[in-house]
């Protein structure tokens, strides 16, 4: 797949667009103005991937925390603003790495103006985001809605453009997956920043991901994207672990184990789902790319065993452990996964 040019923006120490890498992103679910807890939330959200956490900013108390949040995390933070200009400036002022922020919402030219060059000073990226939903009614009502969404960022990004600000990254969400689709397909030759991808309010973990998946998916296989977020009703985590499935799916990054598992039938002769699930538990914590293979039976399991780092192929109460095409053990099923993650183990390096 062929990657749109995109100009590189930094996100703290975090680069989007250009020849970076797809970056994950999520959002914290604990009040801003919990030092404590939003501390904790976003160290659970690094030891799980994520590489750039954003905050609700609802008020100047949640503003003023962003300080003292600032100083006990390393992941880079992004501020997510709504109306008030005084909440930008606050949340720049505690040193926050990127604003989320619609100069549309705030209405006053002056006000806008501020902000900017505030951001400017301090070189902090806005990303200018329009969500379907949140269109005023008035504005260009005629026109279909993808070509509102996209008209209604470009009319943002010139505002920032006339003030001279290039530090942007645009989003356009729906929870339609056409509809947003298109929309990021349209801007996409438009403008040179870098897009932030996702399907807005996508749900509970089992369809969001789904939904996720062929939305932000279908772009990222098009060559479109630079970031993205997984929006799931769920704990943080759950969006970064979804989000890496999408872009491991894809080939375009890696990290911790991809596991193949058959979906078990008639054959099998082990109670092949218990053992997939088990085996997935037990590699949560494995950041290595290892592929890992547990497969029901002889038909096709010697085969997709033998083509991953390490695999279970299983017989009658029995299986035979692959690594990298040779049987290094057998053992009873009930001694099966602790003999296959022996061998994950020794190929667990402790990272990507
Ligand atoms: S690998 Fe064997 S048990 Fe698993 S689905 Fe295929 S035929 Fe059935």
């Known amino acids: 797949m062929t990657r749109r040019a995109s100009v590189a923006i930094r996100i703290g120490g975090v680069c989007i667009g250009g020849d970076s890498p797809i970056v994950v992103q999520s959002m914290t679910r604990t009040d801003t103005r919990d030092v404590s807890?939003?501390?904790d939330q976003i160290k659970q959200l690094k030891d799980c991937g994520c590489e750039?956490?954003?905050?609700?900013?609802?008020?100047?108390?949640?503003?003023?925390s962003l300080a003292g949040i600032k100083k006990r995390v390393s992941l880079p933070i992004i501020a997510d603003i709504h109306f008030d200009y005084r909440l930008a400036l606050a949340a720049l002022e505690s040193g926050v790495d990127g604003l989320r922020l619609n100069p549309g919402n705030i209405g006053d030219r002056e006000q806008v103006a501020m902000v900017v060059k505030?951001?400017?000073?301090?070189?902090?990226?806005?990303?200018?985001?329009v969500?379907?939903?949140?269109?005023?009614?008035?504005?260009?009502?005629?026109?279909?809605?993808?070509?509102?969404?996209?008209?209604?960022?470009?009319?943002?990004?010139r505002i920032m453009e006339a003030l001279e600000f290039r530090l942007i990254k645009v989003s356009l969400k729906a929870f339609d997956v056409p509809s947003t689709i298109q929309a990021y397909q349209m801007i996409a030759g438009k403008?040179?920043?870098?897009?932030?991808?996702?399907i807005t309010e996508a749900g509970l973990p089992r369809t969001g991901a789904?939904?996720?998946?062929?939305?932000?998916?279908?772009?990222?296989?098009?060559?479109?994207?630079?970031?993205?977020?997984?929006?799931?009703?769920a704990?943080?985590?759950e969006e970064v672990f979804v989000a890496y499935e999408i872009l491991k799916s894809l080939g375009l990054r890696q990290r911790g184990p991809t596991l193949v598992s058959c979906p078990s039938c008639g054959r099998a002769e082990v109670d092949i789902i218990a053992l997939a699930e088990?085996?997935?538990?037990?590699m949560e914590r494995i950041r290595t790319p290892i592929k890992v293979a547990v497969m029901g039976c002889v038909v096709n399991g010697p085969g997709e065993a033998r083509d991953a780092d390490v695999g279970i192929a299983c017989g009658k109460g029995r299986g035979a452990i692959f690594r990298k095409g040779e049987v290094v053990a057998t053992a009873d099923e009930q001694d099966l996964i602790d003999a296959l993650m022996k061998e994950v183990s020794l190929s667990d390096t402790g990272g990507p």
């Open 235 to 237: 704990h943080p985590c």
């Open 278 to 282: 088990e085996v997935s538990r037990r």
């Open 37 to 39: 807890a939003t501390v």
């Open 52 to 64: 750039i956490v954003r905050l609700a900013v609802p008020d100047s108390d949640a503003a003023q």
């Open 131 to 157: 969500n379907a939903g949140s269109i005023p009614p008035d504005f260009q009502p005629e026109a279909p809605l993808v070509e509102r969404m996209v008209n209604m960022a470009l009319e943002q990004i």
């Open 118 to 129: 505030a951001a400017k000073h301090r070189e902090v990226p806005i990303r200018v985001g």
């Open 191 to 198: 403008t040179p920043y870098p897009l932030h991808l996702g």
């Open 210 to 233: 789904i939904r996720s998946a062929i939305g932000i998916g279908i772009l990222l296989y098009q060559g479109v994207g630079d970031t993205i977020r997984v929006s799931l009703s």
